[in-house]
């Protein structure tokens, strides 16, 4: 009985390791296909010249191929996006997860599950129809499509993650330290947000993480609500972003311009592990004070 109870147990084991390495694999599978596709563009175009080049047409007759624009713009709206969508979602996950009674709770856990489950393309859809015409009207620019409309629909589109994984680290917090700290005086909301949250920081950050993976990654929304024209950022004109010119562009490329498309890609590869390796420096630093 023990015997095959081990037998069981490797094997159990060693399916989990082989899937952990299939995972693995894939990554670096990626990671080495970007870096060989990517590489020659850059060495032809220059490395200053494709990062900080101000100007992008890949078609034209003497075509040049400069992503700061694209990377400025990813970086603004990813921002913008954090900025207005943690809060929000930061604080509707502590009400639901603390405050919220079990009804309230139930519905909006489900309204949060549905809004999760819209495909990108009915935000953009919903963003160009509604947000757009309304942001053209409402601050009377020629065109609502911008930086702007962008931003908006990223801080909605990242709500569900950052709500639905902070809910599950404040749920996992033990019950025992709410109880000690009520014991010593201190009220509910004081104990929620001195106590639970600190206690749940690591899976709070662990959302923002997968809120930014979202926002940096977004193409079709912010395609359809942005203009996806090649300018540098501004809040009201339209601008395009590292994701939209590989989308938007890789369907009829060729030669260097489909070179440099890889390109983008590489560089949204690395920007995407650096944000993910910082976090992660960060969070173990405050772990180990």
Sequence with gaps: ?????????????????????????????????????????????????????????????????????????????????????VPIGFFTAVYLAKLAPPAVKSFVSSAVSLLAGIPSVVYGLVGMLVLVPAIRKLFDV???????????????????????????????????????????????????????????????????????????????AVMMVSGNAPNMPSLFESVRFLTTAVASEMSYSSGLQRQALFSIALVLFLFIMLINATLNFFLKRSKEK
Excluded: N
């Design 1 to 85: 009985m023990k015997s095959k109870k081990q037998v069981t147990e490797r094997l159990v084991h060693g399916v989990f390791l082989l899937l952990g390495l299939i995972t693995v694999g894939c990554v670096l599978l990626i990671t080495v296909y970007l870096i060989l596709s990517g590489l020659p563009a850059i060495r032809e175009i220059g490395l200053f010249d494709f990062l900080f080049g101000k100007t992008w047409k890949s078609t034209a007759e003497e075509p040049s191929f400069g992503i700061l624009p694209f990377i400025l713009s990813s970086v603004y709206s990813t921002a913008g996006a954090l900025l207005l969508g």
């Design 142 to 220: 020629p065109d609502g499509a911008s930086l702007l409309a962008a931003i908006v629909v990223l801080a909605i589109m990242i709500l569900p993650s950052i709500i639905k994984v902070s809910i599950t680290a404040l749920d996992a917090v033990p019950k025992d330290y709410e109880d000690a700290s009520l014991a010593l005086g201190a009220t509910p909301v004081e104990t929620y947000f001195r106590v639970s949250v600190p206690a749940a920081k690591s899976g709070i950050a662990a959302a923002v993480v997968l809120g930014v993976g979202r926002a940096i990654g977004e193409a079709m």
